[in-house]
């Protein structure tokens, strides 16, 4: 029984441990958005933002609340960023491209970009990978190792000529899969 309950203990330390070391690699990243962080605790003012504007969770590890137009997903436990995210609505092309160029701006090229609909900027441990880096890994089959994703993805066709009178959605999200795994349930 005492060996039982101590490997429980042990695993639960070890996982909070793997967290925490997680969340400051995600956080030494700095990937930013209207001044939150990804992986960071959230500052003061942002806490106090937090409480002015709740929004529903669908776990009880997390709570999420609106900036703006800004969604932030936080560790209720840590009061760390897990995921922001930001909706548009019936966007014109132009307005399409105007969102994808404040990403460019804020994160630079992209790692990859898909069908003219989905742009991709990833991390690794250290820094963002170029998008020669991803081509390299794809070629060879050996997949990067991806911390941090800024992923844009629009209904309609960014940059295609024929497509200028085009309405449609548009989302980006910005998020670590490793991190989102420690809530699996969000």
Same mark, same amino acid.
């Given at each position: ?110 790692? %990859?970009? +898909?069908?003219? !609909? ?9 820094? #963002?990978? $170029? /998008? &020669?880096?991803? =081509? ?9 190792? %991806?911390? +941090?994703?800024? !992923? ?9 000529? #024929?497509? $200028? /009178? &085009?309405?449609? =959605? ?17």
């Amino acid at each position: 029984m005492a060996i039982c309950l101590g490997l429980f203990l042990w695993t639960g330390f070890s996982a909070a441990g793997e967290l925490a070391s997680l969340f400051r690699q995600v956080e030494n990243l700095k990937i930013e958005r209207q001044g939150y962080l990804l992986g960071a605790p959230l500052t003061q003012v942002q806490e106090a933002v937090a409480a002015k504007n709740p929004m529903d969770a669908a776990s009880k590890k997390v709570f999420k609340f609106r900036d703006k137009n800004l969604n932030i997903v936080a560790d209720r436990a840590s009061r760390r960023v897990l995921v922001l995210f930001e909706q548009f609505e019936k966007l014109s092309q132009h307005k399409v491209q105007e969102k994808v160029g404040e990403l460019f701006m804020a994160y630079e090229d992209p790692t %990859i970009s +898909a069908h003219d !609909k989905v742009v991709y900027w990833a991390w690794g441990k250290t820094a #963002k990978f $170029t /998008a &020669a880096q991803f =081509d390299r890994a794809k070629e060879k089959k050996t997949p990067l190792a %991806i911390i +941090a994703t800024v !992923k844009f993805n629009s209904e309609i066709k960014i940059m295609e000529k #024929k497509e $200028t /009178a &085009a309405i449609g =959605d548009a989302y980006f999200i910005i998020s670590s899969d490793p991190l989102l795994k420690f809530f699996h349930d969000i």
